[in-house]
């Protein structure tokens, strides 16, 4: 009995569609063709701290995440293929196939570094500028209150 | 294809096959690496024609098309663009059915040099000169503003040297267009070769057209250049008119003709002796049977059935002719005519309607407005 049950469990399993997984390659190269990034977009994404340190990026600011709906199949040129795989290693981290568009695979690497917990739901309905800046308000205000905690101490 | 040709890519040819760049994703890239292995002996063995892809230093270009399958089912891949293209050739040699058919269309010779001079003003004075062929297309040519193209068009009909260029060389079978070259080119070039031999494609499924319309021009090289520039405007316009009187094509059967004259506004009394004064109209005959007349506007008469375009007029005990001749065509339009202008009689009020209100219950049309 429990072999025809298994046997019946698994064919369920199989019969089920399974939704297609995002490709991360599909995602990148998809921005890369729609907005024309070239060579000079690695050279940005080089100097995105400095760039950060240096922008002041309004808190109450919230961006609207821009919709996208990537292909199944992605087909790129040459180039395009060479700068996607070339985004795809400097980033290297889960949160760039949330990325919607360049300045989002900008903040990819900052936003992980700050906080590399998020939420899946999170990454695909917020901004990764909005993400941003809130996680960092959170760490400041984690710092300042160490710092005070500290000095009550020291009193 | 379309997108092909209208873009400006770098492609390879190789053997009549078009090879396109190749697009990459990570798992083509993983099959190119394979089958480009310095081990792979049967890679660089292939001879070129039978590669899928071929690498062209450091770039990689795909198999695609085959030109000549191209252009063969260029008709079935690409209707529109096909006619377009069709048209656009057969225009520029002059050889679109209509024009040819034209010089040699019994219906629209008998309508121009037989009824035409009986219903249009021909001589100032009160001469009563009958015109032959020539003169009475002299005489079209003087009353109507046929433009310059024309006669631009109708130097160009009567020079036969190119159809008879391109007949020779379908006859000798020799190929206008040199092969594509093979190698690494553009697909701007590309379209411009496929656009040059499209047109040999079209002009070698038109060889018996072409040998037909040479036949004609050979017989009309003599014409003087304004009356061919007369037929061409005919040709292109499908509609003549002088003095009232004039013809238009069918819309409905090709090679027919709605022969016409134009009424004038006229006058008919009703039973009181009150004038009604009725608009211009055409009355008309088809050159496909049957041949009663009609008048093409939308129109209201005591004669008409209703108020509405393309009604035959009543008359009774009417014979049409079941031959088309000019004779015929001049009394139908003749009996048209007399019936509209003429046959109403107010004493009688015959007719589908009477122009006075009649103390009938049946509604019917209302003429007051036509009041004097």
Redo the contacts between chains.
Sequence with gaps: MDLIKDIKRNRLKHRQKEPLKKDI??QI?SIVKRYELNKNFLKVLDGVEDYLSNVNLNANRVRVKASMESPL??????D??MLTISIIKKIGNSYLKFAYSPEEILLCGPLFRLNPSLTPENLERYHFETLFLHERVKADNKEHDEISNRSIEDT | MKQLLDSNIEIFVESDFIYM??????E??QEIQALFQPQRPQAISTPPALNTIIRLSN??FVKGLEIHSLLDNFKAINAYDYERLRNHYLRKYYLLSEIDDIFIDETLRIILFQVMPYFVRKNRRLERKKLNNEEMLDFISKKINIPLKYHQDAKSFRNLEPLKEILRNLKDQKPITKFFKNGLTTTRKLRDWFNEAIQEKILADEQDRIEKSLQVRQEFSKTKTEHIAVMLYIADTGALEIDGFGFTKSNSYTQEYLVYKRTGEYTLQDYYARSYLFPDCRVAISTYTPFWPFVIEKYKHPFLLRHKPGQEICMKDYRPPEELTAENIINVLEEGLTALRYGYDGRRRNGYHSLDKTWVHIPTIDFEEYRV
């Design positions: 390659f599909n190269s199949f992605s087909l790129v040129t040459k395009e293929y | 760049p190749l697009l990459f994703d990570p083509v890239v770039r990689y």
